[in-house]
């Protein structure tokens, strides 16, 4: 189912440890209260008080350094400015799924601390709830959704785009999440689609499908 719907350049290299989680940092430019980070190839921006996935946070920045704090240790990067640092390695948090006797990847979960039953589609690009499903787990679909349409098997269907706060697989948790609620009973189970998935690292082994995602 598919969704119809002056910045001063720096050049700061933070040589990492390989055998570590990160390792490559470049501070590729900066702005007041904004800094923009390349980690291993990732373009991230992070704004005043913000941390990255790598637990890299901008205390605070201008047009010519910035402040960052990396491993609970604050320091100022100017232009031309290199150093060596460790992080500690990331955990990595997985969750494996069987497929059942009908050939799919179903598995508990919940949504903004509910408890749902997923059916795991890859094909799905967003979550989509039937309208049913978001009643029953008390999500205000009309007053807080923005109205559309979507495809469905027996074709185009009224729904509402919304914003879940917080979706779980086991012990893989996202939030500010895209969702779709379908208007009626469609899908008859909630699609844990691609707006969680690519968030993840999917595979599927054999009758396994296996979604991973650094802590």
Request: hydrophobic share 40%; proline share 1%; charged share 25%.
């Amino acid at each position: 189912m598919k969704l119809i719907n002056r910045i001063f350049i720096l050049s700061v290299l933070i040589v990492i440890s390989p055998a570590r989680a990160v390792e490559q940092i470049e501070v590729q430019a900066l702005m007041p209260g904004m800094v923009v980070l390349l980690i291993d190839g990732d373009m991230t921006t992070l704004k005043t008080g913000e941390k990255s996935l790598q637990g890299i946070k901008l205390i605070s920045s201008s047009t010519q350094l910035a402040i960052l704090e990396i491993n609970g240790e604050q320091k100022s990067y100017r232009m031309g400015t290199t150093i060596n640092t460790h992080f500690t390695k990331r955990e990595t948090l997985i969750e494996q799924i069987i497929i059942d006797k009908y050939g799919m990847f179903r598995a508990y979960g919940s949504i903004n601390g509910q408890s749902v039953k997923f059916l795991i589609d890859t094909g799905a690009s967003s979550v989509a709830i039937s309208a049913r499903d978001a009643r029953k787990l008390g999500i205000q679909y009309r007053l807080a959704g923005r109205e559309t349409r979507v495809n469905t098997a027996s074709g185009t269907a009224k729904a509402w785009a919304i914003k879940l706060k917080k979706v779980r697989l086991g012990k893989l948790v996202e939030h500010n999440i895209e969702g779709v609620v379908v208007d009626g009973d469609y899908p008859s189970q909630v699609l844990l689609g691609m707006t969680f998935l690519n968030r993840m690292k999917v595979e599927k082994e054999g009758n396994k499908m296996i979604i991973s995602r650094k802590k």
